[in-house]
């Protein structure tokens, strides 16, 4: 009349693992579920019932208490549906409570019978990794990247049942040899002239500086973001199977073999916040800033974005985190990654003022758009003009995507053996001991700070990226003038339409 099955439930971008207490007696026939369930899981009963019918079990016209036990959250999601019929089949004595044990249950049911996969497999397994899993025949692919005990891959409820009962053998698991998939990134070769905005770009890429690029149309501001992938290290092992976790989380394809390229995310700019952020009423799902983790969020034509969605970014980029408060829940999900911008000066996208056609209110407007403190955010600041006739029409090429990839990497690796992190991570109580500065370069960044130039975050940040550039030109100790004041230049002042270095 009893049964617990183990099963999962979806929260942000991580499992969690609950147990599906199914209890059948006499009383009334109702079918209930507790343990705050969402409205996906409550909607079960339905689904459940038409499973079980039309793959000939009978329905127990008895009172049915379905109860999910684990966490003090709001849980559920259709992925429990085999739970709770191999829960009832159990409670009733169809299936013997032995078969189950030790084995959790994670897909949704088909009114047919059939068992489909969920968004979230992968993180869903990875919480009863210590299990046997039973999950639907297509997604035994994406369960296997959670390496749990066993996959069992079944298609049917009926299926399901004559293998717990041994009247059948369980199905065999076809996997899918992985694919070897070549990344076809644009190489930084093709970018024509720009030397400051490619010098950005590979100080960007080697300590993770946030850059927000400051040019009219057709200057290569899209075009600098898109070969920032092919600059940035391999991810790691750890790295790649978060990034596996926060794609499937999102619904997304997941191969069966780790991805080690960054991700690239180029939101449109007409996204919401719940979008950027991540959120939602009924299920907290990953947004584009926890999609870009690891990577690039790329987020072109930035005046375009709403203010809000904009200053919502604030706190993730400090925090390198994004916390989603709801009535039922409290989520953490992942926000490390590196974030380009590129926005005209202005309107109608004119650097130059005298040849500019938008009066002062509306220059003034579309700047009332970036706040200050999410400007400060931007580590790089970088104006950028068209290239000129000679530049684009000429033969001559600039450095190539695997040149600069080598430099970075090897600033990769001096910054993680000097203070176990990159660049920009740097604590304000370490930047004495990892980025000294010679008294030139200590008086000019005060003389910065007394005339207002710089904010106390600002001051921080040069100092961090004086750090990158030094260690890209093998100066590993104290830092010079020299690169501070490089570092100064790469934080160009936005102000009505014009860019003041």
């Not at 969402?38 to 208490?65: F, H, K, Q, Y």
């Not at 203010?307 to 970014?313: E, G, H, I, M, Q």
């Not at 390198?320 to 590196?338: D, F, G, K, Y």
Request: net charge negative.
């Amino acid at each position: 009349m009893f049964a617990a099955i183990t099963s999962a439930t979806l929260t942000g971008t991580s499992g969690s693992r609950i147990v599906v207490e199914s209890h059948v007696g006499p009383g009334i026939p109702a079918f209930t579920v507790v343990g705050l369930p969402d409205e996906g899981c409550r909607e079960s009963r339905d689904r459940v019932r038409a499973a079980m019918l039309s793959s000939g079990l009978e329905w127990p016209n008895r009172r049915i208490t379905i109860n999910l036990a684990g966490a003090g959250e709001r849980r559920g999601g259709a992925g429990l549906d085999v739970a709770i019929a191999v829960g009832l089949l159990v409670a009733t004595g169809v299936i013997p409570a032995e078969a189950a044990h030790n084995v959790a249950f994670i897909a949704e049911l088909g009114l047919d019978g059939s068992l489909r996969t969920t968004p979230g497999i992968a993180p869903l397994v990875a919480a009863v990794a210590d299990h046997d899993v039973v999950v639907a025949a297509t997604a035994v692919n994406e369960a296997l990247l959670a390496r749990p005990l066993r996959v069992r891959a079944v298609s049917s409820l009926s299926e399901l049942v004559a293998a717990l009962c041994a009247d059948a053998p369980w199905p065999n698991v076809d996997v899918e040899i992985p694919r070897v998939v070549v990344d076809d990134v644009p190489n930084l070769s093709d970018v024509r002239g720009q030397p400051l905005a490619r010098l950005a770009l590979e100080v960007s890429a080697a300590g993770l500086h946030h850059m927000l690029m400051i040019g009219p149309p057709g200057a290569g501001k899209s075009m600098l973001a898109k070969r920032l992938p092919g600059l940035l290290p391999r991810l790691t092992h750890d790295e790649a199977f978060q990034v596996a976790m926060i794609r499937s989380a999102a619904g997304m394809t997941v191969q069966t073999e780790l991805a080690t390229s960054p991700p690239y995310r180029a939101p449109h700019h007409s996204i919401s916040m719940v979008g950027m952020v991540g959120g939602g009423s009924a299920h907290v799902r990953p947004g584009e800033i926890t999609l870009a983790s690891h990577g690039v969020l790329f987020l072109d034509e930035m005046g375009e974005f709403a203010p809000s969605v904009l200053d919502a970014l604030r706190q993730p980029l400090e925090e390198r985190t994004v916390h989603i408060a709801r009535a039922h829940s409290r989520v953490e999900m992942p926000a490390n990654c590196l974030l380009i911008a590129a926005t005209n000066p202005c309107p109608c996208g004119v650097a130059v003022r005298a040849n500019c056609e938008c009066a002062p209110v509306a220059r003034q407007r579309y700047l009332r758009r970036f706040s200050g403190p999410l400007l400060d955010r931007f580590d790089l600041r970088v104006h950028l003009s068209r290239p000129s006739t000679h530049e684009l029409t000429g033969d001559e090429k600039g450095e190539c995507s695997e040149v600069v990839a080598e430099r970075v990497a090897t600033v990769h690796d001096i910054s993680h053996a000097r203070q176990g992190c990159v660049n920009s991570a740097i604590t304000g109580d370490m930047l004495d001991d990892v980025a000294p500065l010679d008294d030139d370069a200590l008086m000019f960044l005060r003389h910065q700070l007394d005339n207002g130039t710089l904010t106390g975050r600002g001051y921080h940040r040069v100092r961090r990226v004086a750090r990158t550039l030094a260690d890209l030109n093998g100066e590993t100790g104290v830092i010079s003038h020299q690169w501070v004041s490089v570092a100064l230049h790469l934080r160009a002042r936005l102000e009505t339409g014009v860019v003041h270095h």
